[in-house]
């Protein structure tokens, strides 16, 4: 196999990640083409001990190239997918931009990775605050199908960028300091403080990261009756999202039957136990690729109703890792091969 | 009128906001005796101009004391508030230690003041979680009946004491430097993180915290038939305590209307322009009285369901002053007076 592969906003806070994982996973390419902005063409970064220039992203970048993980904002990919699927190439994109496309599958392999046959050039890799409750979501959904959930999340600066990430720390610093640091990435303070707003006003009062976690569980687990009441929150966290769930089946689950669904789950741990002080906190998620569930219990307001925690690193499942995952699947031609879908 | 007043906890972080608050308000006292524990007792505080020594907090400091106002733990209001009562004082008791006793009223005094006749020398002040949440509640459940309330709290460190938020700037300064911190105050590290564990194991799964704001609603609403669903989170947020609400109402809410009851119930402060970004944040609630409410909606997953945030200083709405909102119905005599009461 000799498979040519691209990194498409390889110097970003997700992109690097998708390089490590690409390093550290068992992939086989014959390629690795690293792709930026302007601003970040011609830097150097290390690949299994091989020093790699990064190239600008233009459409001739893509010529000869097989799959394409792409890791850049909203705009960019507008801009960027459409040279690479003209050229030929698969292309596996984290951004939102296509995520809501009918021909477009938006894909988690653990739950739908059937979806991936379906391509037409684009796969899409969801919201990182979807991601983490429709794999928890997955398991209960087969069994006892969901009905309703209510999520109210409390997501690291990470999520916003590596800048907006730096600026938690300097703006917290600054507040210790008891100097003012006026917000930039963020449009209010960060530092000690929270922001129930993520995204753009959208639909009815709700954000667009809202509305996002609304229409991609839906698309993901391939249920449009199921019912989403989303409120995102800003925390001042640096990496790993968190959320804190509520959900009615239709068939009720004893807390007990949950922890084995939970258990039994690829890519799910359960981390349980109040009395012990253990549940998933974001400190101990940081760097890992799978998502975390503690605080099982009954949902004492509704008895079809189960409440949970839930804590995932948001730039590695909730980004690169499942973007990495989807590559794979296509690279073992396990749903699709690149070949075909040229 | 020669009321002799008394501050229990006098030193603490709420203790001292009710000598503010006492200091601001147009009280009528003629003793103010400031009590603490023999640790803090012999301290010099200064109340309106004039210097006060700190009286260690032993029976017989409450001879001759018409009414206390207590901000300890629980485990000293369980010692201290029978010597008060036994000498004849009416207490009113921010502790949880005395909540939920029959012959102890539970009062928020926007919504059930009328509770306070019924006192037998102790008035208890809810939970600062709680508080906030019924502040919300009230318009909401008078006008359509609440039936059901999903809540997932943002709480800050103060809502642990002076020295847990102390421990949130030590040790974020000491992350910022890269140096471990071991946690004290907290079981877990608070710099940056998440802690999905607000006092110990209580009820199926549920902690301390969660079930005060199941059982404490109920109280102060006086409505057993109301379902609560919580889930308590601290953050490395320094002040103020913010809430994820959803609620279900017997007859559903429009936006319109509940922007109307919430801007019209007295103590309610309605924040609320997404567009605009603006919304209650911790940082901007800090040192205010009023709850304040924003992100107003539809649950999107339910007719009679309706979303909103909720942000509220927990020090004082939320702990002092309410406490002083309850000694000053009392000392105006207008639900029961001290006599009354002995």
């Not at 909730?318 to 091969?337: D, K, W």
């Amino acid at each position: 196999m000799s498979l040519r592969l691209a990194v498409a906003g390889a110097t970003g806070i997700v992109g690097t990640i998708v390089l490590e994982q690409l390093a550290a996973r068992q992939l086989d390419f014959s390629t690795l083409k690293l792709l930026a902005s302007a601003k970040s063409a011609g830097k150097k970064l290390q690949f299994r001990g091989e020093e790699l220039t990064v190239e600008p992203l233009i459409p001739e970048a893509f010529d000869g190239i097989d799959l394409v993980i792409g890791s850049t904002p909203d705009d960019v990919a507008a801009e960027f997918v459409p040279w690479a699927v003209e050229r030929g190439a698969v292309v596996v994109d984290e951004s939102g931009y296509h995520r809501m496309r009918d021909d477009v599958p938006l894909v988690v392999p653990e739950i739908n990775p059937h979806a991936i046959a379906r391509h037409r050039g684009v796969i899409a890799s969801p919201n990182c605050s979807t991601t983490q409750l429709v794999m928890a979501l997955k398991p209960l959904h087969d069994a006892a199908r969901v009905k309703r959930v209510v999520v109210s999340t409390y997501q690291a600066t990470s999520g916003a960028g590596l800048h907006a990430q730096s600026e938690l720390f300097s703006a917290t610093q600054a507040a210790l300091a008891g100097e003012s640091a006026p917000p930039q990435q963020f449009q209010h303070p960060i530092a000690f403080n929270l922001i129930p707003q993520i995204g753009s006003p959208k639909y009815e009062g709700y954000t667009s990261e809202e509305m996002k976690m609304v229409r991609e569980t839906r698309k993901i687990l391939e249920d449009d009756s199921i019912e989403v009441c989303p409120t995102c929150v800003r925390v001042p966290v640096a990496n790993c999202h968190s959320e804190s769930v509520v959900v009615e089946t239709e068939r009720p689950l004893s807390v007990a039957e949950a922890h084995e669904l939970f258990g039994s789950f690829p890519g799910l741990v359960v981390v349980d136990d109040l009395p012990g002080r253990r549940y998933p906190m974001p400190l101990d998620c940081h760097g890992r690729d799978e998502v975390f569930i503690g605080r099982i219990r009954k949902d004492l307001s509704h008895p079809h109703g189960l409440a949970f925690w839930c804590v995932s690193d948001n730039l590695r499942k909730g980004a690169a890792t499942n973007a990495v995952q989807i590559a794979e699947l296509i690279m073992a031609g396990q749903y699709a091969s690149c070949a075909t879908s040229s």
